[in-house]
């Protein structure tokens, strides 16, 4: 079992950057494939990045692509996402997740076994 406890959102004008934090209890983190999501309000929750187990593969959705990026630290089981360039659709709960099972990457929310509680992120046009 692990524990996620997300951090860093906040309320950020168009264009600028926010750096979440997600930390995980437990000893294995190393174990677990990652990735963040986001629900805005009244939409489904979506995939934003994933991170294989040592890092040296990642995946993100098409609307984030080159101005998010996810990257792991696994001696201080912490997995992070820096955003850039943000917009105002960029506007959710970032959530973070925990993937357990044998794989290497997981884009669908259904793979993940763990979830943070999620922190908002706010971005003002």
């Known amino acids: 079992q692990v524990q996620l406890v997300e951090s860093g959102g906040g309320l950020v004008q168009a264009g600028g950057s926010l750096r979440l934090s997600c930390a995980a209890s437990?000893?294995?983190?190393?174990?677990?494939?990652m990735g963040w999501f986001r629900q805005a309000p009244g939409k489904e929750r979506e995939f934003v990045a994933s991170i294989s187990r040592t890092g040296g593969t990642t995946r993100y959705t098409d609307s984030v692509k080159g101005r998010f990026t996810i990257s792991r630290d696994n001696a201080k089981n912490t997995v992070y996402l820096q955003m850039n360039s943000l917009k105002p659709e960029d506007t959710a709960v970032y959530h973070c997740?925990?993937?357990?099972?044998?794989?290497?990457?997981?884009?669908?929310?259904?793979?993940?076994?763990?979830w943070g509680q999620g922190t908002q992120v706010t971005v003002s046009s």
């Open positions: 997740a925990a993937d357990g099972a044998p794989g290497f990457i997981a884009t669908s929310k259904g793979e993940y076994d763990y």
């Open positions: 437990g000893r294995t983190f190393s174990s677990y494939i």
